[in-house]
C-alpha cells in the first residue's frame, strides 16, 4: 500500500476553514485517496475520498493535487465537535493480498478551539 | 448510523478465556473487515472476508479465529485471552473489496480482560 504522511497535529479556529494536508508520492494510478475520521474511540467515520478530481460531499471538499502526489482535505467551517483523529489512506485496489482493505497511520489530530 | 451492527458493546472476561465478536455488515455488503485498536497501538488489520471466503489476513494472532456465514454476518473468535487483548475491536463492511468502494465501521466491541 501507498505510504502517506500527515502532519501529526493541527489547530483550527471554530468557524474558520480547516485544511489537513497529506502527502502520498508514491500512490499508483489504480489507487484511491480515503479520508477517515475518528472522534474518541467512536468507530471511524468515513469522509470522502477521491481518485483524481477534486471532490464534495456535505461533510467535506477533497483537493487532489495534478500528479496525485498529496492532497488537502477541507472542512470548510469548523466546530468544535469536528475535533478528531483525521486519517488519510491510500486505498490499494482489489487483488494479490491486499484486496482493498485500509491501512491506518497515526493521522492528524485536529483541535478545534472556540 | 453507519449500519454496521456490532454485539456486544462491551465484554469483560477473564485471562484464558474465549469469547466471540459478533458483526452484521451493512445491507447488501459482501466484504466484511476485522480491525483491532489498542492503546498503544492505531488501528490494526486482522482479517477480511468475502462473501464467505478469507481474503486477506493482516495481523492476526493464531489464537484469534473469524468466520463469515452464508447470511454475510461475521464473527470474531479470541481464546486463550491475555491481558494485552484488550483492545476495541472494529468490525467494517463495504460492497466488495473494490478501492472504489467505501468501507463503513461499526462502533467497536471494547474487550476488557481482567
Known amino acids: 500500500d501507498a505510504k502517506t504522511t500527515q502532519p501529526p497535529s493541527m489547530d483550527c479556529a471554530e468557524g474558520r476553514a480547516a485544511n489537513l494536508p497529506c502527502n502520498h508520492s508514491?500512490?499508483?494510478?489504480?489507487?484511491?485517496v480515503y479520508w477517515y475520521r475518528q472522534i474518541h474511540s467512536q468507530g471511524p467515520q468515513y469522509i470522502i475520498h477521491?481518485?483524481?478530481n477534486n471532490e464534495t460531499n456535505e461533510m467535506a471538499s477533497l483537493i487532489i493535487t495534478e500528479d496525485r502526489k498529496s492532497s488537502t482535505l477541507i472542512l470548510p467551517h469548523a466546530t468544535l465537535r469536528d475535533t478528531a483523529v483525521y486519517y488519510c489512506?491510500?486505498?490499494?485496489?482489489?487483488?494479490?493480498?491486499?484486496?482493498?482493505?485500509?491501512?491506518f497511520g497515526q493521522g492528524t489530530i485536529l483541535t478545534v478551539h472556540p | 448510523d453507519s449500519g454496521v451492527t456490532q454485539t456486544p458493546k462491551h465484554l469483560i472476561t477473564a485471562t484464558g478465556q474465549r469469547v466471540t465478536l459478533r458483526c452484521s455488515p451493512r445491507?447488501?455488503?459482501?466484504?466484511v473487515y476485522w480491525y483491532q485498536q489498542s492503546l498503544d497501538q492505531g488501528l490494526q488489520f486482522l482479517i477480511q472476508?468475502?462473501?464467505?471466503?478469507?481474503?486477506a489476513k493482516g495481523n492476526i494472532l493464531e489464537r484469534f479465529s473469524a468466520q463469515q456465514f452464508p447470511d454475510l454476518h461475521s464473527e470474531l473468535n479470541l481464546s486463550s485471552l491475555e491481558l494485552g487483548d484488550s483492545a476495541l475491536y472494529f468490525c467494517?463492511?463495504?460492497?466488495?473489496?473494490?478501492?472504489?468502494?467505501?468501507?463503513?465501521f461499526g462502533e467497536g466491541s471494547w474487550l476488557t480482560v481482567v
Open positions: 472476508y468475502y462473501n464467505g471466503e478469507e481474503r
Open positions: 477521491g481518485l483524481k
Open positions: 445491507s447488501g455488503d459482501l466484504s
Open positions: 489512506i491510500v486505498r490499494a485496489n482489489a487483488g494479490g493480498t491486499s484486496y482493498g482493505k485500509l491501512t
Open positions: 508514491t500512490i499508483s494510478g489504480n489507487e484511491y
Open positions: 467494517a463492511s463495504s460492497a466488495s473489496g473494490a478501492s472504489g468502494n467505501t468501507i463503513y
